[in-house]
């Protein structure tokens, strides 16, 4: 399950952060709240979630990050990574 978290950035400056669990285990996949990636939106097929996030404050030059939760990997702009490194590859994005 994928959810929006919102959460303020700045005095009135609201972002939200994608949160996704595995409904099976209630495990946490992913959650970006606290940081500066706001969601865009969102696309699911059978075995993939793609979100397209975009960096707070300026917004622009959106990432495509695309999930293969089963496989524990996921992809950021056509780079290929471990779910669990997500955040760590995130802060490092400019």
């Avoid at 992913?30 to 990636?37: A, E, H, I, P, Y």
Wanted: no cysteine; hydrophobic share 45%.
């Amino acid at each position: 399950m994928l959810k929006s978290v919102p959460h303020e950035i700045k005095m009135s400056h609201w972002i939200d952060a994608p949160v996704l669990i595995d409904t099976k285990s209630n495990n946490t996949v992913l959650d970006l709240t606290g940081g500066v990636w706001d969601l865009k939106s969102v696309f699911s097929s059978t075995d993939s979630i793609t979100i397209i996030l975009a960096r707070y404050p300026n917004r622009e030059n959106d990432l495509e990050l695309i999930l293969f939760p089963l496989k524990g990997v996921a992809t950021i702009n056509g780079k290929s990574i471990s779910i669990t490194d997500i955040r760590e590859f995130l802060a490092k994005t400019v």
